[in-house]
């Protein structure tokens, strides 16, 4: 069935150039930028959080679908996010320094994710961004780079410990998305990258806007030496005049961050290609690779593909997938763009790649305005229709007498798209070929042969979360230092080894941030980790928990929150506290302002207590060590939410014996 549109292809393809408009395709008196890749982005934060839980063969299923070549999205670069203990817009990820005098290069999963992309594809590109820092670096202020012989030796230490512990070589480094532009911690992080023997470590600066970074290299050589490319998020597909005469590499290191749907498919695909087109950027990382974190959470299914439901197995190769495809199973990074490249004439572009060996590959898209809105930035409004357009071949590369040929069609009023289909091969007569070009399609025309659109069984049918679900965290050796399906959005909940309590709490889980981080997006002022199902309404929840600060600590369980991700401050939900001091408080929001029960409870630091919170209807009860402590406060709104844990403030305290039973 591999050919069963071919007579159909031959008719789409093949026609009478008289009424087709003419593009010349040529390798002759100099070609265009050098072809860095395509790729996805993990964090940033938390975005793969989910990932990691999935059982086999699924989990690795979906990791063939990103980086397998020839299989599926077939990425040549993966960025992943040195976590800093922060919130960084989905969830916090895990610093491997916690403290100034503590290393654990085995916290988190993005060192296994490198490990799992690079077992598939031995050239990846690897980049490693901080999105925060722990609070330890800015010694007292929220800003990292006032010591930045510090925040330098932080970064660099992190890409020692990716060699040493993973054998993982990070190609690049990107500049923390900063707000003011700091040259100094620049130039110093070169120096130590180069001090210790990581001269090969390129630096991405400033991974936010074109300006001020641009400015800044164009007048300060020392500067322009320590950066090798000026990375830009969101930029619409148009870079700036300064930045060409930098003579730097140009790369969209974060973009697309839309929803997965068929018009997600259409933004990444206009944007592959006219960010070259219109800017002159040779690579593209979506933001973000997978989304495998709570849909609830902002810019929920805003990856590749959807991955969000490890209990259930299922997950969903959505069209983005297929899309980048056409490019990155055709090229490689050291490919060359050809000076040839453009826009069509009734809408769409092109681009075409070469080797330099005879090989050529040619990405067409016509996609409409409204079926390629990225959800930033603004898209103004252009025209797309149906066309004929004639490509002739001209200096070595009218030696092809033969394309390969695929096609994606979103067809959008019938809603039965089509992605990624091999049609036959197109003859190359006298050097040209002709396409007839619908709206909101994408083509890819090469000479490679090794194109497969790569399949497994259907996964498991989409389920909600278990309604009855417990974990004691008794884990000898976990495999992460997450526990399953917690998404931490303020603080970082671990697995922990209680030696000083060798009984029934031996191992447990522990908040182990104690310092507000460094991050751009506002923390929350109490620590909290959700789990569970967003829509639940009715539910018991319950937990043993152990606080570790004398008279200040404070604990919670909660049901029904109803945010977290970068707009965490502001969640509501019911929040069921105790304190060392002896207290007890019932809040209707996690900033703890709204409070609709309080009293004694006599709960004091260093020992084991057992909470239980009841929501049913309007009303809500708790209980302390099985007893009556509470009952009846009235619950008005959220009506749904998910069910949480965490603690009064950046402080330790441990859980045990989590629970929940929603009806």
């Known amino acids: 069935m591999e050919f069963s549109l071919a007579v159909i292809s031959v008719l789409v393809l093949v026609l009478d150039s008289c009424c087709s408009q003419n593009y010349v395709l040529t390798d002759g008196d100099k070609l265009g930028r050098v072809f860095d890749g395509i790729g996805g982005l993990s964090g940033g934060g938390a975005t793969s959080r989910l990932l990691v839980n999935y059982a086999e063969p699924y989990r690795s299923q979906i990791l063939d679908y990103l980086f ?24 916090t990820e895990p610093s491997y320094m916690h403290y100034d005098n503590d290393e654990n290069y085995f916290r988190g999963y993005e060192w296994w994710l490198m490990k799992e992309a690079k077992k598939r594809n031995p050239n990846i590109t690897l980049i490693g ?21 510090i925040t330098a030796a932080y970064v660099v230490k992190w890409i020692l410990g990716a060699k040493q512990y993973h054998d993982l070589d990070i190609q690049y480094v990107g500049i923390w998305n900063e707000r003011r ?261 994408v083509y890819t025309l090469t000479t490679i042969i090794t194109g497969h659109k790569g399949s497994y069984p259907e996964p498991p049918p989409s389920a909600p979360f278990p309604k009855v679900y417990k974990d004691n965290f008794d884990v000898l050796n976990p495999p992460f230092s997450e526990a399953p399906d917690f998404a931490d959005q303020t603080g970082v909940f671990e697995y922990y080894v209680n030696l000083t309590d060798p009984g029934p709490h031996l191992f447990t889980l522990r908040q182990v941030v104690t310092q507000r981080p460094i991050t751009w997006v506002a923390d929350a002022d109490q620590t909290i980790s959700v789990i569970g199902d967003h829509q639940w309404q009715d539910l018991t929840v319950s937990c043993d928990i152990f606080m570790e600060n004398i008279k200040t600590g404070g604990v919670f369980v909660a049901a029904r929150v109803d945010k977290g991700g970068e707009s965490v401050r502001s969640a509501k939900g019911v929040f069921f506290w105790v304190f060392a001091d002896g207290t007890y408080r019932v809040t209707n929001d996690l900033a703890g302002q709204t409070v609709l029960a309080e009293g004694l409870s006599g709960t004091q630091a260093f020992g084991w207590y057992t909470l239980t919170l009841t929501v049913q209807g309007q009303y809500a009860s708790g209980l302390l060590n099985g007893y009556p402590l509470w009952k009846n406060a009235v619950v008005l709104t959220p009506k749904h939410g998910w069910a949480a844990i965490g603690t009064h403030s950046f402080e330790l305290a441990q859980f045990d014996n989590f629970s929940v039973t929603a009806e």
Not at 130 to 149: I, L, Q
Request: aromatic content about 12%; hydrophobic content about 35%.
């Open 68 to 91: 397998k070549p020839n299989f599926g999205a077939s990425l040549h670069i993966l960025k992943v996010e040195i976590g800093g203990d922060a919130q960084t817009t989905d969830g």
């Open 129 to 149: 961004l901080p999105w925060a820092f722990p609070g330890w670096v800015g010694r007292g202020s929220n800003w990292p780079y006032d010591y930045p012989d």
């Open 181 to 441: 532009y700091n040259a100094k911690y620049i130039k110093l992080l070169r120096y130590t990258l180069d001090k210790s023997g990581l001269e090969g470590v390129r630096i991405v600066a400033s991974d936010n806007l074109w300006e001020p970074i641009v400015a800044a290299l164009l007048l300060d050589p020392e500067l322009s030496s320590a950066v090798d490319v000026i990375g830009a998020h969101y930029p619409g597909t148009i870079t700036v005049t300064e930045a060409l005469k930098t003579q730097k590499k140009l790369w969209s290191s974060e973009d697309y961050s839309s929803f997965n749907n068929e018009v997600g498919g259409g933004c990444w695909a206009r944007i592959l290609n006219q960010n070259y087109v219109n800017g002159l950027m040779t690579a593209t990382i979506s933001w973000n690779l997978v989304a495998s974190y709570y849909e609830d959470l902002p810019f929920g299914r805003d990856g590749l593909m959807t991955a969000e439901e490890p209990w259930s197995g299922n997950y969903v190769v959505e069209s983005p997938i297929w899309i980048t495809a056409h490019t990155t199973q055709f090229t490689q990074p050291g490919w060359t763009y050809l000076q040839t490249v453009g826009h069509l004439e009734h809408g769409g572009s092109y681009v075409a790649l070469t080797d330099g060996k005879g090989n050529l590959t040619v990405v067409i898209e016509t996609m409409t305005h409204d079926h390629s809105v990225c959800v930033r930035p603004p898209l103004p409004h252009f025209n797309v229709t149906s066309q004929n357009a004639t490509f002739q071949l001209k200096g070595s590369l009218t030696s092809i007498e033969e394309l390969q040929v695929w096609r994606s069609q979103f067809n959008f009023k019938t809603k039965k798209p089509y992605f990624f289909e091999k049609l036959a091969p197109l003859k190359v007569l006298n050097g040209s070929f002709t396409l007839s070009l619908a709206e909101d399609e």
